[in-house]
């Protein structure tokens, strides 16, 4: 228990030393030891742990004067580093006490410690001169006291008390005076007359032994001259004359005045002044001494800070033949004055200090110091601007600039903290000192965009890679944490698409990582795309990265880049006229179409309706319809935004046979773009029509799913199945119909050929009156009953020309798409006369044989529901391109 209780109460008793002491610890080593040499285990005496000095970087903070001690990092000892002279350090002030600061990081911490100089005795007395020459009268009496040079030791205290002694001498000893000075000068007392004419000249040895252990010894010589005659020497009224001068007095000021009588007669009584010893003895640049009136002024400056006394030892000498000297001695002191501004000095500075530096975290360390003493001495310190730093003492003369409030880099990024020093002189000095304390930066701030929705107007068609916006987020960070790189926010927006559906925006656009650019991946469409909608994401490159977000919304503007287009009829209907279109095309776009009027048609009647439509929107899609040829008073008139073709008149044989509309149908746009179509309208007699009409009534009395092609095994089986009765009807009713076409073509031949050879082109009414055409020559189309569809969602595909010589009278110029009202739903386009005689010579055949139905006749195949009498009877003739189709 002894062993353990011994370390413990010596920490005990540290601590409670410390605690007393206001955390300073003291260590006294005496001058001249040898470098190494350990003065006080530091980091004990602080009481740390062992291996926490080194791992705390517990060290010395530099001093404005050379300590030449320093800290060992292994043990943290305090140890002398280079020669220690107390009188290097400290000169004559005692005691010598060194301040000094110790430095613990982790966290940080000052610690101050005194350390004492103790004097040694290593310096011996030195005298001014190593010769001292006296001349004394021979007629001196015994007692007579001769000053003697003041010996000089450097050491303090007992060390620099001071004994003379004097070699042996049957006429002189030495002797000190006794007076309250500070210093005791020496003199040489006579015990003995003196005899000239015996010994003239005497030479002695003065000793100065000073009190140190053991004790150190300076030597003078005194060669000392026996002169005759002037038996007395001049006599100040003082011995010492006490002097006190402000340090700043000026040059020739009067410091005092002394005065010496001598009672001896003519030039033995005369005295002449001078000042014979100097001490220290640079006061000899100082101080001057008047000859003749024994004035003593300033010839320099006085600085108390240097030297606060000046002893001047003043001799008044006789001019008698062996002249006479007597002595006093000035002693000057210095008062202090308020001349020396404080000094302030960053002895440690942690910069830069980082934004989220807590309050209370030490910035640097500051030493302050004012050489002038007293109040003038004393210093108030002060930080400017007040915030948010502030000073706070830890120690005399010793501040650390702590942090008093939360920075802000953004808002400051720098400060310039100006340290202000005052003393208590009057009027006062001033000191400052500034500190630069940059703010570094952290990552505090996000990304921010200028608004939080950016709306973008795109024209389409634009460019792949061309620069739609340009996106920019601040982020007042700085370096990695202000550098924004920009993103398309992964599964952050798209845009419906035109046709239903959502698409991804990264199809369409992406944005440069750096700049912020938005750029078009590919040229948008605004018939595919409105509307596009997504995230931007600007992330900075902090640790850990913040990010903010903007929403783009991105809106295709429609330009005019569709044509209208035509769509397919809506189905056939009543009226007197019928329509047909051949595969044959001007050109992408255009279409041939036939229709049949009647004779006789009143005004007003609606021959054909164009449909057409227009991918655009707005005005771009608004279409209207033109008759472009023929130009002036035609019969016929196109509504001008509704396509209809009606009769403007009635019709009549003077009209001709046939009537070639070029309708032109353009939209709204600029510039406008067009579409054209051509109208081959016959003029037939009634009975004609009629036949038309009855052939479109059979065609949508049928029913089905629509026409396509099938094997020749299953038309054949079909048509055996109704020969008999397809035969019985076709018979009767042909025959009636061959006598009324043989007188109407007999008396009213026509000219008009409404497609030329080759195959014929399917033509199928429905039964509100629109007609469609089929999409490939091989197959025919019928289009289902109702009302027709909205213009603003089919598309007109683009058919080639029928081939034979005829395509080229019965080609139209523009491109067109026809909707019939009236007429039959499929009709031959040869002449009737090249028509009747083939059906005649079928009626006379009767049932002789029954041919093979064939599987299809040109571009339309034969319904199931005819006799094989009656296909055969129109598949036989090979120039008759009649067509018949089944209406659904």
């Excluded at 109460?9 to 190494?36: D, H, I, M, N």
């Excluded at 100006?418 to 006062?428: H, K, L, T």
């Excluded at 996000?446 to 608004?451: G, H, K, N, V």
């Excluded at 047909?580 to 179409?593: D, H, M, Q």
Aim: with cysteine; net charge negative.
């Amino acid at each position: 228990m002894g062993v353990w209780w011994g370390p413990f109460l010596r920490v005990l008793v540290l601590q409670a030393a410390w605690a007393l002491g206001g955390g300073q610890v003291r260590y006294s080593v005496p001058e001249e030891v040898e470098s190494g040499t350990v003065v006080g285990r530091l980091a004990q005496d602080l009481g740390l742990e062992a291996g926490e000095p080194e791992a705390r970087r517990l060290r010395l903070v530099a001093q404005s004067r050379r300590a030449s001690v320093e800290v060992s990092g292994a043990s943290g000892a305090l140890v002398v580093s280079s020669r220690l002279d107390r009188e290097e350090l400290c000169g004559k002030s005692a005691p010598c006490a060194l301040r000094l600061e110790v430095l613990l990081e982790r966290p940080l911490r000052v610690f101050h410690v005194e350390l004492e100089v103790t004097d040694i005795n290593d310096n011996a007395p030195r005298f001014p001169a190593a010769r001292k020459n006296l001349s004394i009268a021979e007629l001196s009496l015994p007692g007579s006291r001769f000053p003697l040079e003041v010996a000089s030791d450097a050491d303090i205290g007992a060390n620099a008390q001071l004994s003379y002694t004097l070699s042996p001498s049957e006429h002189f000893k030495v002797e000190e005076e006794n007076s309250n000075s500070r210093s005791k000068s020496p003199f040489l007392v006579l015990t003995k007359p003196l005899d000239r004419e015996t010994v003239p000249v005497h030479r002695l040895m003065v000793t100065a032994s000073d009190g140190g252990r053991p004790s150190l010894t300076g030597t003078m010589e005194l060669v000392i001259s026996v002169l005759d005659a002037n038996d007395n020497a001049p006599q100040f009224n003082q011995s010492v004359y006490n002097v006190l001068l402000p340090e700043d007095a000026s040059e020739g000021t009067l410091v005092a005045r002394v005065n010496a009588t001598d009672l001896d007669l003519g030039i033995y009584g005369e005295v002449i002044y001078e000042i014979d010893t100097f001490v220290p003895p640079s006061a000899s640049g100082i101080f001057s001494i008047d000859v003749k009136t024994g004035e003593i002024r300033l010839t320099g400056a006085l600085d108390f800070e240097t030297v606060t006394f000046y002893d001047l030892h003043v001799k008044a000498t006789d001019k008698g033949t062996s002249p006479l000297s007597g002595h006093c001695k000035v002693a000057v002191e210095v008062l202090d004055v308020n001349d020396n501004a404080p000094e302030v000095w960053v002895t440690s500075l942690s910069v830069p200090v980082p934004e989220d530096a807590v309050v209370g975290t030490v910035v640097a360390l500051l030493s302050v110091s004012d050489r002038d003493s007293g109040a003038n001495g004393r210093v108030r310190c002060a930080v400017w601007p007040a915030a948010p730093f502030g000073l706070v003492a830890t120690f005399a003369g010793s501040y650390s600039l702590v942090l008093r409030e939360a920075l802000d880099r953004e808002r400051v990024s720098e400060y310039e903290v100006e340290v202000r020093a005052e003393d208590g002189g009057a009027p006062p000095l001033v000191a400052r000192r500034g500190v630069r304390v940059p703010v570094s930066d952290v990552n505090d701030n996000a990304p921010a965009f200028a608004q939080a929705v950016y709306t973008v107007l795109v024209r389409e068609n634009n460019a792949a890679g061309a620069e739609l916006a340009r996106l920019w987020a601040r982020d007042p960070d700085e370096a990695g944490n202000g550098r924004v790189r920009y993103s398309v926010a992964e599964g952050g927006g798209g845009g419906a698409a035109a046709g239903g559906g959502w698409r991804s925006a990264s199809r369409y656009v992406s944005v440069d990582a750096e700049s912020g650019r938005l750029w078009a991946l590919q040229p948008l469409d605004y018939e595919e795309v409105q509307v596009l909608q997504f995230e931007v994401r600007a992330v900075d490159a902090g640790s850990p990265p913040l990010c903010g977000n903007a929403t783009v919304q991105l809106f295709v503007v429609d330009e005019n880049d569709n044509a209208p287009a035509l769509l397919p009829p809506a189905g056939g209907g009543p009226g007197s006229g019928a329509a047909g279109s051949s595969a044959r095309a001007s050109g992408p776009g255009s279409e041939a179409l036939w229709a049949w009027a009647a004779w006789g048609s009143p005004a007003g009647q609606v021959v054909a309706k164009v449909r057409a439509v227009d991918a655009d929107s707005g005005y771009n899609a608004w279409l209207r319809y033109e008759l472009w040829e023929p130009r002036g008073k035609g019969p016929f008139r196109v509504g001008l935004y509704s396509g209809e073709v009606s009769t403007t008149r009635a019709l009549e044989e003077a009209d001709g046979p046939r009537q070639r509309l070029v309708i032109v149908v353009r939209d709204h746009g600029e510039p406008a773009r067009s579409a054209t179509a051509t109208l081959s309208v016959s003029l037939v007699e009634g009975a004609e029509a009629s036949l038309a009409a009855a052939g479109s009534s059979s065609s949508l009395s049928s029913s089905g799913a629509g026409l396509r092609p099938a094997a020749g095994s299953e038309d054949g089986a079909a048509a055996r199945n109704v020969w008999l009765v397809v035969a019985i009807c076709a018979v009767s009713s042909l025959f009636l119909l061959a006598v009324v076409l043989y007188g109407a073509s007999r008396w009213a031949p026509r000219a008009a050929v409404l497609s030329g050879p080759g195959p014929a082109t399917l033509v199928c009414a429905s039964e509100v009156g629109s007609w469609s055409y089929s999409q490939r020559q091989s197959r025919s189309l019928c289009v289902a009953d109702g009302a027709g569809k909205s213009d603003l969602m089919v598309f007109s595909p683009n058919f080639p020309p029928p081939p034979g010589p005829a395509a080229k009278e019965a080609q139209p110029e523009p491109s067109a798409l026809l909707d019939t009202v009236s007429g039959p739903p499929c009709l031959a386009s040869r002449p009737l006369s090249r028509r009747l005689f083939p059906l005649l010579g079928f009626l006379a055949a009767g049932s002789r044989a029954q041919p093979p139905i064939p599987a299809a006749m040109g571009d339309c195949r034969v319904p199931q529901n005819l006799t094989g009498s009656f296909a055969s009877a129109f598949a036989s003739f090979p120039e008759t391109p009649i067509s018949l189709c089944e209406g659904r």
